[in-house]
């Protein structure tokens, strides 16, 4: 089971009851868990043993280090080198992207995505779909399981689950808006 973090205990004693000889492989991370009603907030709820897996295949080197060192995350690097992570200003956002290639979007909160959507990005949730094209504009939870080229994370009101969130979403150029 991928994403784990956001099944509720509950949701697991089922899956036991149902599946009664089942043996499951459960793979999720606790900082992604973004919405408090809903999920699990420690593995040990479950009685399972757990391993943790911290190292980074993923995002380049400078990003891990930038998330680990700033939201103090136990999280290792493969070797991919990269951009050091920048800091830009919201009229930024779109020099920033304009020479991405592949996808590129900007990350913000529930309630700041209005002031950081413009005519030409792609708003995903009335699109229903991530442009090719555009700059793609979405919150947080919307990013949760998506991989972006560059991303421009405007994280002024974010919490530290979402703002880890929305700055793995970036896999080579990460900046964020201050």
């Known amino acids: 089971m991928d994403e784990a973090q956001d099944i509720s205990f509950y949701e697991y004693e ?49 990003i891990v280090s930038f998330v680990s060192g700033n939201l103090n995350i136990s999280m290792q690097a493969i070797g991919l080198g990269g951009e050091e992570v920048k800091t830009i200003s919201p009229r ?3 020099a920033f992207l304009a020479d991405k290639k592949g996808l590129r979007a900007v990350i913000t909160s529930e309630a700041n995505l209005q002031p950081y959507t413009r005519k030409a ?13 555009k700059i793609n504009i979405l919150t947080v939870y919307e990013s949760k399981g998506l991989e972006f080229s560059a991303v421009a994370v405007a994280d002024g009101d974010m919490t530290d689950n979402e703002r880890y969130i929305a700055y793995t979403r970036a896999l080579k150029d990460l900046a964020v808006v201050r």
């Open 121 to 133: 990005y792609n708003v995903v949730r009335t699109s229903g779909k991530i442009s090719k094209d």
């Open 14 to 62: 089922i899956l036991r009851r149902v599946n009664g000889g089942a043996c499951f492989n459960v793979f999720g991370d606790l900082k992604q868990n973004i919405t408090p009603y809903r999920g699990i907030s420690d593995w040990a709820q479950l009685g399972l043993p757990v391993y943790e897996l911290n190292l980074n295949y993923r995002n380049t080197n400078q």
């Open 92 to 94: 930024g956002i779109s």
